[in-house]
């Protein structure tokens, strides 16, 4: 592909932050990894190599619950590893599932936890089960290559890549680009699969390079009118262009971030600006040049401040777009029209054009466990799915899971399993509020956590759901989205009623992003407890339901009447 390789130049001073200095050093992202892995004194790995481990889906994380009862026996903090698969489209075959759930009931704490970017990450995997996790993935081609890091991350397509040809054209549009833009390097191989020997030398990475990009990148793709993958939160955004039943092209979108920090206003949330319409011929040589762009333009300095949002803020967004024209050779036509209608999933069966069925479940924050506490054995169901043979599955943006490609004759077999095991009573009986809910993992892992928000968000959801009762608003699909930490995981800038954690049990109040994802939402009330979200919830809500115009979304609403 003659993709255009660029000369290194940046806008930035000559400084750079510790991260850039070990990714140049690091051979490719090799760095000293073996040696830690291989270092039996400590569950911990070298400082320098926990940077680059992120680059191969991997963090080191600690049991934040477990701190203090180690501290006190003057104990080592309980070190283990999180790793997130790269599923570009979300979708893995019954055997991959099967897998999938042999390494989580092996090596970590068991639970599978879907992810808002369509894949999946298990947690409490100890140093020397890595690579045997690593190794269990590869035998059932899967990998973690580029899942995190300073990289492309996993590319999102809408969540049922089957629907319509062109649902399963853009799935496949995903996977191409997730290849297109994975590093170069085979480190991951070497290090943590161990089926290569150690390069003589190091990779060549036109892309890359040997600095990579100054922070993550993310790519999803939207298929109007559903915007499930909240095209606009994304630092490139892809919106499908389909004209008399053919995918003809794309409009182009650059910029979308949810990453801020509490008190740092130089850093804040950021939806995508919109630069126009393209042939989809054109797609690769502009995904790869608005990489490129972000490569030798951002901040690699202060990583607070090195997201392409903040590039494009501060070069403008006409000089980023005319940048990327220069690169790519392809000029930008003016914008097609499209609507987004929706951005949630649709629950239950349907079938696609292929006469395939689909079923999506709904996932409470997407963790898979079997919570027998409630009647809800989530793994059991789908693994006997899996061992059936007859489905596949599909992660959405939205932390659920669709049973896919599910044959007319073996509808019944699929349904009675999820019913066997609680699965479909729950997805039927959840409340609206409950089902556009999403929460970020949180406590007791994320080492950025400063609140609860997965174990917690189900609790609050229960108190509130008296209170929409209470003014008729139980059938509103209100979105509610809750982080441990202003870094915006869970998208919550975009969301209706956001919870953002400031500090164990108390949480900024943010409101008034509209319904579909095209807008962020304001700061409203700071710091609040369980009591007072409650009763701020109680008021605002009240309100609504008083107040509101027809068919008026509770976001709009807020930004029409409570922020104005």
Request: charged share 25%; with cysteine.
């Amino acid at each position: 592909m003659p993709l255009q390789q660029n000369t290194r130049r940046t806008s930035m001073s000559n400084k750079e932050s510790h991260v850039e200095k070990i990714k140049k050093a690091s051979r490719g992202l090799r760095g000293t990894l073996l040696e830690s892995l291989a270092d039996e004194h400590t569950l911990a790995i070298r400082e320098d190599d926990r940077a680059l481990v992120k680059f191969h889906g991997m963090y080191l994380q600690d049991d934040r619950d477990r701190r203090e009862e180690r501290a006190a026996k003057r104990l080592d903090r309980l070190w283990a590893f999180m790793v997130r698969l790269r599923l570009p489209g979300g979708k893995l075959s019954a055997q991959q599932w099967k897998g999938l759930h042999h390494v989580a009931g092996t090596y970590s704490t068991g639970t599978i936890k879907i992810t808002t970017r369509q894949t999946v990450q298990l947690h409490g995997i100890l140093k020397h089960h890595a690579r045997p996790t690593h190794q269990a993935f590869n035998q059932v081609g899967l990998d973690s290559i580029a899942a995190c890091g300073d990289v492309n991350r996993n590319v999102l397509a809408s969540a049922h890549p089957d629907v319509s040809p062109i649902h399963e054209e853009v799935y496949q549009t995903a996977v191409h680009l997730s290849e297109l833009m994975k590093p170069k390097t085979r480190a991951y191989y070497e290090v943590f699969v161990g089926n290569e020997k150690v390069a003589e030398k190091v990779e060549e990475d036109p892309l890359y390079e040997d600095r990579y990009l100054p922070r993550k990148f993310k790519i999803a793709i939207a298929i109007p009118p559903q915007n499930d993958v909240d095209v606009f939160a994304n630092d490139c955004a892809l919106i499908a262009i389909v004209e008399n039943g053919t995918l003809v092209g794309y409009n182009v979108g650059a910029g979308g971030g949810m990453g801020a920090t509490h008190g740092n206003p130089s850093t804040y949330p950021r939806v995508a600006s919109l630069f126009g319409y393209i042939d989809k011929k054109d797609l690769d040589k502009v995904v790869y040049e608005i990489a490129t762009v972000q490569r030798d333009f951002g901040n690699r300095e202060d990583r607070k401040l090195a997201r392409l949002k903040y590039t494009i803020d501060r070069m403008g967004v006409d000089a980023y777009k005319a940048e990327v024209e220069k690169r790519s050779g392809v000029t930008f036509q003016p914008l097609k029209p499209y609507e987004f209608t929706q951005r949630i999933d649709s629950y239950g069966w349907a079938k696609n054009h292929h006469d395939k069925w689909f079923y999506t479940a709904f996932i409470e924050n997407g963790r898979v466990f079997d919570d027998t506490d409630n009647g809800r054995l989530y793994k059991t169901a789908f693994y006997e799915i899996a061992e059936t043979g007859k489905a596949d599955f599909r992660f959405t943006c939205n932390q659920n899971i669709v049973i896919s490609d599910v044959a007319e004759r073996d509808k019944a077999e699929v349904q009675q399993i999820l019913e066997k095991h609680g699965i479909t009573q729950f997805t039927d009986n959840a409340s609206v509020i409950r089902k556009n809910a999403i929460a970020c993992v949180a406590l007791n892992t994320c080492a950025l956590a400063l609140a609860e928000s997965q174990r917690y968000l189900p609790t609050l959801l229960e108190k509130m759901e008296p209170i929409l009762q209470k003014h008729h608003l139980e059938n509103e699909a209100i979105s509610i989205r809750m982080t441990g930490c202003p870094n915006g995981c869970a998208r919550p800038y975009i969301a209706e009623i956001a919870f953002i954690g400031t500090s164990l049990g108390h949480y900024n109040m943010h409101i008034g992003a509209d319904a579909l994802g095209f807008r962020c939402n304001k700061l409203y009330k700071e710091n609040l407890n369980e009591a007072q979200i409650l009763e701020t919830a109680d008021e605002l809500l009240g309100r609504f339901a008083a107040e509101r115009e027809a068919k008026e979304s509770f976001g709009d609403f807020a930004m029409r009447k409570i922020l104005a």
